[in-house]
């Protein structure tokens, strides 16, 4: 296991970021929606698209690149997209008025929040791993040291 620290804060500030200006867009312009046709496309919708297109890469490549990093961004912000409207879709009617209510705000919260939380969650045990791996294998050390 490997820990990409980089990585881990371009998804956590992608992931906070595009939840506080989604959040203030669509609270001073609340009638902003994106129809294809007939069809209301939610940001939950897009979330997902760029929760595959960049999540893929991710998981398939290894390495450090300015690509990988970009798809890190695309993936922390498609979450956040998703997860600021899953309360919101399930407890609500699904209009804009809905979407400024309490209920939507405080979801949306919670849910970016355990998001966040769980990477960070993950990067320190993974942290500890390699500290406690590198304690226990001196040679390790030397090898990176060199």
Not at 29 to 50: C, K, R
Not at 85 to 95: A, F, K, N, Q, R
Request: aromatic fraction near 14%.
């Amino acid at each position: 296991m490997s820990l990409n620290i980089r990585r881990v804060v371009w998804v956590v500030s992608a992931l906070l970021l595009t939840f506080v200006v989604l959040r203030a867009y669509l609270h001073f312009s609340p009638g902003s929606n994106l129809y294809i046709g007939s069809y209301n496309i939610h940001h939950l919708f897009i979330g997902l698209l760029l929760i595959t297109f960049a999540g893929l890469p991710l998981v398939l490549f290894n390495g450090n690149s300015w690509k990988l990093d970009l798809a890190a961004i695309a993936f922390g912000a498609g979450l956040s997209m998703a997860l600021d409207e899953w309360v919101y879709l399930i407890t609500t009617d699904g209009s804009d008025v809905s979407y400024l209510l309490p209920i939507s705000l405080w979801g949306g919260v919670v849910m970016v929040g355990l998001a966040a939380s769980y990477a960070l969650g993950l990067a320190f045990y993974a942290h500890r791993y390699e500290r406690a791996n590198l304690a226990l294998n001196p040679d390790t050390q030397k090898r990176r040291a060199s």
